[in-house]
Nanobody, 124 residues
Framework: VQLQASGGGLVQPGGSLRLSCTAS????????IGWFRQAPGNEREGIGC????????YYVDSVMGRFTISRDNEKNTVYLQMNRLKFEDTAVYYC??????????????????WGQGTQVTVSS
C-alpha cells in the first residue's frame, strides 16, 4: 500500500494551492486522514484531519478558516485546499492514514501509513 501527497509548489502570499493525497492498494474512504507539515528546523505538526466515521474535519487554529480538507471517494483522493497562504505556511506537507481510528487526530502517533511529502513554498 502506498500513500502520496502531491500538488505543492511556489506561491505568493495570499495565494492558493490544493494538495492531493492519493492512495494505491487501499480505499481512503475507509481511513481517517491527517495532514501534517514540517518546516526547516521545526518538528512535524498536525494541521488538520478528516474522520473516517463521519467525514468531520478538524483544524488547528493557525489554519482554521484558510485550509479545507475534503474527500473524493471516486478518485480515492483527499484534498487539502489552502487559501490565503502566508510565509509561515512554507513547509513540506504530508498526509497520513489510519484505518483503526474512526475519529481522526492531529497527532502523528495516531497514524500508521505515511506518504512522501510535497514542498510548499510561500514567497514573494
Amino acid at each position: 500500500v502506498q500513500l502520496q501527497a502531491s500538488g505543492g509548489g511556489l506561491v505568493q502570499p495570499g495565494g492558493s494551492l490544493r494538495l492531493s493525497c492519493t492512495a494505491s492498494g487501499f480505499s481512503l474512504n475507509a481511513y481517517s486522514i491527517g495532514w501534517f507539515r514540517q518546516a526547516p528546523g521545526n518538528e512535524r505538526e498536525g494541521i488538520g484531519c478528516i474522520s473516517q466515521s463521519n467525514d468531520k474535519t478538524y483544524y488547528v487554529d493557525s489554519v482554521m478558516g484558510r485550509f479545507t480538507i475534503s474527500r473524493d471517494n471516486e478518485k480515492n483522493t483527499v484534498y487539502l485546499q489552502m487559501n490565503r497562504l502566508k510565509f509561515e505556511d512554507t513547509a513540506v506537507y504530508y498526509c497520513a492514514a489510519v484505518s483503526t481510528r474512526p475519529l481522526c487526530t492531529i497527532f502523528a502517533w495516531g497514524y500508521d501509513t505515511w506518504g512522501q511529502g510535497t514542498q510548499v513554498t510561500v514567497s514573494s
